[in-house]
């Protein structure tokens, strides 16, 4: 495997899974499993934005549409509160 290969191992075993995880499990002893569970739809956006700011990939209008999709999923889920629950 070439150099730049194992960089990117690094990378994904680093900062991906192992802070990923980090962030995870910290955010789960402040917050219940569903508020933190929502956060999940964030990944593929993050791995958009990543993609377009170290590869250089082009960003589409499909793929700032469906980023505002998930951004604004993920406020309505957060912001308001749905009648009659438990939180």
């Given at each position: 495997?070439?150099?730049?290969?194992?960089?990117?191992?690094?990378?994904?075993?680093?900062?991906?899974?192992?802070?990923?995880?980090?962030?995870w499990?910290?955010?789960?002893?402040?917050?219940?499993?569903?508020?933190?569970?929502?956060?999940?739809?964030?990944?593929?956006?993050?791995?958009?934005?990543?993609?377009?700011?170290?590869?250089?990939?082009?960003?589409?209008l499909?793929?700032?549409?469906?980023g505002?999709?998930?951004?604004?999923?993920?406020?309505?889920?957060n912001?308001?509160?749905?009648?009659?629950s438990?939180?």
């Amino acid at each position: 495997i070439s150099f730049r290969g194992w960089s990117s191992i690094l990378f994904l075993g680093i900062f991906c899974s192992a802070l990923g995880y980090f962030f995870w499990y910290d955010a789960l002893s402040c917050l219940p499993a569903s508020k933190v569970g929502i956060f999940m739809y964030l990944s593929p956006l993050v791995g958009v934005a990543v993609a377009a700011i170290l590869l250089g990939e082009p960003v589409s209008l499909p793929v700032l549409l469906g980023g505002i999709l998930i951004l604004s999923g993920v406020t309505l889920v957060n912001v308001f509160k749905v009648p009659g629950s438990a939180e």
